[in-house]
């Protein structure tokens, strides 16, 4: 798991009540069960409303890449594309058959099967593409859902609060009560704002970080398919591959890697 996601709303939590406290607040004057309800389950009822049922099922998984580690190793990936360029190199790209068969990323595995077949470059380029923009969609879609929480929770907020104004206004008959209960109602629009801003539009933006993430990977692994199907030089290959990505910290290269390299260039 990711823990700086839950490390930053729980930095955030601190800072906002420990501000409130500070100022001489009391922390049970922030637990309103019914102003919870209001915010967070007409936030719910929103979003089960804006969306299809299909749309719905894919929340689990939008967790899971928001609060999950980096499932791509991208230094390694370049490593091994720069190692089925020098065995492609070497002994054609047939050669390639079986090992892209084993290779544990679906994109490189079938990208590299496509030219194991002999479809043409184009045609290669343009498959890989179509699963570029299908990764893009998905992971946009996967932000929105969360984006749409993000915008109706401060309105649900705002609903709870008029709600209870609308209590505190029909009960003037005791003037003594009138300030906490304002601040009670006041509370709905902390709950709707506070989420907002710190859990649901922050994890649209994680998902849509990781996305790009992702897409950058991807696209690497295209221009690697391309090139290890052009037959090009395993060393051009890893420069034209380290200026399209540079990752933060260069894979060690495995006996397989360093093996098929010294081979393609004897």
């Known amino acids: 798991m990711d823990i700086t996601i839950l490390l930053g709303i729980a930095a955030g939590l601190a800072a906002l009540v420990g501000g409130f406290m500070l100022e001489g607040g009391q922390f049970s004057g922030l637990l309103q069960w019914t102003a919870a309800l209001i915010v967070f389950g007409g936030t719910a009822a929103a ?20 609060f999950g580690k980096e499932p791509l190793d991208k ?5 091994d594309i ?6 492609a190199r070497r002994s054609g790209v047939l050669a390639l058959e079986r090992s ?10 079938e990208g590299i099967q496509l030219v194991v077949d002999g479809t043409d470059q184009e045609q ?7 699963e570029l923009d299908a990764v ?9 859902i969360f984006e749409s929480a993000g915008g109706y929770a401060p309105t649900m907020g705002i609903i709870g609060t008029v709600m209870g ?22 509370t709905a629009t902390l709950y709707g704002v506070a989420s907002a801003n710190l859990i649901f539009l922050p994890i649209a933006s994680k998902i849509r970080a990781r996305g790009e993430d ?23 290959v890893r420069k034209k591959l380290e200026f399209h990505h540079r990752p933060n910290r260069r894979a060690i290269p495995s006996a397989d890697t360093k093996e098929a390299l010294n081979e393609s260039t004897r």
């Open 214 to 236: 992702e897409l950058s990977t991807l696209e690497m692994l295209m221009q690697g398919i391309i090139a290890v199907q052009n037959g090009e030089n395993p060393q051009l």
């Open 124 to 130: 290669v380029k343009e498959i890989l593409e179509v």
């Open 165 to 186: 104004l609308i209590h505190v206004l029909g009960s003037l008959t005791e003037p003594s009560e009138l300030g906490p209960s304002i601040a009670l109602a006041f």
């Open 47 to 66: 979003v089960v409303i804006s969306y299809p049922v299909s749309k719905l099922r894919t929340i689990p998984e939008a967790l899971r890449i928001a």
């Open 100 to 109: 892209s068969m084993d290779h544990p990323n679906e994109f490189l595995r």
């Open 75 to 79: 230094g390694q990936l370049l490593e």
């Open 136 to 144: 893009e969609q998905r992971y946009e879609g996967y932000a929105k």
């Open 82 to 87: 720069v190692a089925m360029s020098a065995i």
